[in-house]
C-alpha cells in the first residue's frame, strides 16, 4: 500500500523561526522547528522526518507531495551530481543545507518514493494540513513556546529526528557565525544556470532561465519569479498592458495552472552585460512574438524587460 504524505516547511521572515511538518491525515502527522532557519531547511527536514518515520515500513512506496521545487529537484536531480564533487556545487562552493541532504541521502536508500509538486495555497488537502502545521511550528518557536508535534506514524517506532530543537542544521553560509541566508525556492537550480560564462554559454544560460520562468512550477512560486525579475522590471502583454514587478509577480502566480505553452526561439544576441531574445510561444487558441531583455544586475542575470506582440 503506497503511503501518501504531504511535506511542507514555513519560516517567519525567512530566515526567521521555522517551522516543518508532514501530513497524512489527522491520526498520522508530525511537527516541529527550530528558533532560526529558512524555509528550504522546513521543507527538506518535513521530508527527512517522514522518512524517518516511515522506515519500518520499506516495502510501501512513498509518494511525497511538495510544493518546493526546490526539494523535489535537489532529491531526484542534482544530489548525484553534487555527491560526485564532494557535495560542491559547479563553482567549487558548499551546497547548501548540505547535512540535511546527506541524511535524506541515506535515508532513501533501499526506499520506493515519488515527488509530486502541488501547488502551494491552493486548497489542496493534505499541503494545507501540512502547511498550518508547519507555520504553527514556527509561529510556536517566535513566541518562546514548544510546538505541537502531532502523533508521528500510528503503529510506528519513536522517530528517529527530534520533533523540536533550537538550532537548525547549518546553511553553510558564507561566514561560519553569519545569519541563515533567505532561500527562494528553485534557487540551487537558477544558481547554477547563472553559473554560465560567456559567449554562446551566456546566451544559453538566458534562454534557460526565460524558459524556466514559463514552467508552471516557476510562475507558482513567488520567491522564484522575485528572483529573476529586475527590481525595475517592466512588461507590455498583449493587450497592452503596462506591468511593473510587483504585478507581473501576482500575474504570474494567478496562472500559473495554465500550461507554458510551445518555445520556439528566433534571435538572441548579447551586447556587453545584456541578452535580448526573441521567440514564439504558442499554445491552444494563441501564439505571440516575446521580446525579452536580460541583464546582469547583483552579480546574476534579471529578467527587465518583456513585450509580447500576439501573431494573426
Same mark, same amino acid.
Given at each position: 500500500?503506497?503511503?501518501?504524505?504531504?511535506a511542507d516547511g514555513s519560516a517567519? !521572515?525567512?530566515?526567521?523561526? &521555522? !517551522? /516543518?511538518?508532514?501530513?497524512?491525515?489527522?491520526?498520522? /502527522?508530525? +511537527?516541529?522547528? /527550530?528558533?532560526? !532557519?529558512?524555509?528550504?531547511?522546513?521543507?527538506?527536514?518535513?521530508?527527512? @522526518?517522514?522518512?524517518?518515520? #516511515?522506515?519500518?515500513?520499506? %516495502?510501501?512506496?512513498?509518494?511525497?507531495?511538495?510544493?518546493?521545487?526546490?526539494?523535489?529537484?535537489?532529491?531526484? $536531480?542534482?544530489?548525484?551530481?553534487? $555527491?560526485?564533487?564532494?557535495?560542491?556545487? $559547479? @563553482? !567549487?562552493?558548499?551546497?547548501?543545507?548540505?547535512?540535511?541532504?546527506?541524511?535524506? @541521502?541515506? &535515508?532513501?536508500?533501499?526506499?520506493?518514493?515519488?515527488? *509530486?509538486?502541488?501547488?502551494?495555497?491552493?486548497?489542496?488537502?493534505?499541503?494545507?494540513?501540512?502547511? %498550518?502545521?508547519?507555520?504553527?511550528?514556527?509561529?510556536?518557536?517566535?513566541?518562546g513556546l514548544a510546538p505541537e508535534?502531532?502523533?508521528?506514524?500510528?503503529?510506528?517506532?519513536?522517530?528517529?529526528?527530534? +520533533?523540536? #530543537?533550537? #538550532?537548525?542544521?547549518?546553511?553553510?553560509?558564507?561566514?561560519?557565525?553569519?545569519?541563515?541566508?533567505?532561500?527562494?525556492?528553485?534557487?540551487?537550480?537558477?544558481? @547554477?544556470?547563472?553559473?554560465?560564462?560567456?559567449?554562446?554559454? $551566456?546566451?544559453?544560460?538566458?534562454?534557460?532561465?526565460?524558459?524556466?520562468?514559463?514552467?508552471?512550477?516557476?510562475?507558482?512560486?513567488?520567491?522564484?519569479?522575485?528572483?529573476?525579475?529586475? +527590481? %525595475?522590471?517592466?512588461?507590455?502583454?498583449?493587450?497592452?498592458?503596462?506591468?511593473?514587478?510587483?504585478?507581473?509577480?501576482?500575474?504570474?502566480?494567478?496562472?500559473?495552472?495554465?500550461?507554458?505553452?510551445?518555445? *520556439?526561439?528566433?534571435?538572441?544576441?548579447?551586447?556587453?552585460?545584456?541578452?535580448?531574445?526573441?521567440?514564439?510561444?504558442?499554445?491552444?487558441?494563441?501564439?505571440?512574438?516575446?521580446?525579452?531583455?536580460?541583464?546582469?544586475?547583483?552579480?546574476?542575470?534579471?529578467?527587465?524587460?518583456?513585450?509580447?506582440?500576439?501573431?494573426?
Amino acid at each position: 500500500m503506497t503511503i501518501t504524505a504531504a511535506a511542507d516547511g514555513s519560516a517567519l !521572515g525567512n530566515p526567521g523561526p &521555522a !517551522g /516543518w511538518a508532514w501530513y497524512i491525515d489527522d491520526a498520522n /502527522w508530525r +511537527a516541529g522547528g /527550530w528558533d532560526h !532557519g529558512t524555509n528550504n531547511m522546513g521543507e527538506l527536514m518535513a521530508v527527512l @522526518d517522514l522518512l524517518h518515520c #516511515t522506515a519500518h515500513r520499506p %516495502d510501501e512506496p512513498l509518494h511525497i507531495l511538495c510544493d518546493s521545487q526546490y526539494v523535489i529537484n535537489s532529491v531526484t $536531480k542534482w544530489m548525484p551530481g553534487w $555527491k560526485k564533487k564532494g557535495w560542491k556545487k $559547479k @563553482d !567549487g562552493k558548499p551546497v547548501l543545507n548540505v547535512e540535511l541532504l546527506k541524511q535524506i @541521502d541515506a &535515508a532513501l536508500i533501499g526506499r520506493t518514493y515519488e515527488f *509530486e509538486w502541488v501547488k502551494g495555497h491552493a486548497g489542496h488537502d493534505l499541503n494545507e494540513a501540512a502547511d %498550518d502545521r508547519a507555520r504553527a511550528a514556527a509561529t510556536a518557536h517566535q513566541r518562546g513556546l514548544a510546538p505541537e508535534a502531532g502523533p508521528g506514524l500510528a503503529g510506528g517506532p519513536a522517530p528517529v529526528a527530534a +520533533a523540536s #530543537t533550537t #538550532t537548525a542544521p547549518a546553511p553553510a553560509p558564507a561566514s561560519p557565525a553569519g545569519p541563515a541566508p533567505a532561500e527562494p525556492d528553485l534557487f540551487t537550480s537558477f544558481e @547554477d544556470v547563472q553559473e554560465s560564462g560567456t559567449g554562446e554559454a $551566456k546566451l544559453d544560460a538566458v534562454v534557460t532561465l526565460e524558459r524556466e520562468l514559463l514552467e508552471p512550477e516557476v510562475r507558482a512560486d513567488a520567491s522564484a519569479v522575485s528572483y529573476l525579475l529586475h +527590481a %525595475d522590471f517592466r512588461q507590455i502583454g498583449s493587450r497592452g498592458h503596462v506591468h511593473d514587478r510587483d504585478t507581473a509577480i501576482s500575474v504570474l502566480e494567478e496562472t500559473a495552472s495554465a500550461p507554458a505553452g510551445t518555445f *520556439e526561439l528566433l534571435d538572441a544576441a548579447a551586447v556587453d552585460d545584456a541578452v535580448m531574445i526573441t521567440y514564439r510561444l504558442s499554445g491552444t487558441g494563441y501564439a505571440s512574438v516575446v521580446g525579452s531583455l536580460w541583464v546582469q544586475a547583483e552579480g546574476r542575470w534579471r529578467l527587465r524587460f518583456r513585450q509580447s506582440t500576439p501573431e494573426r
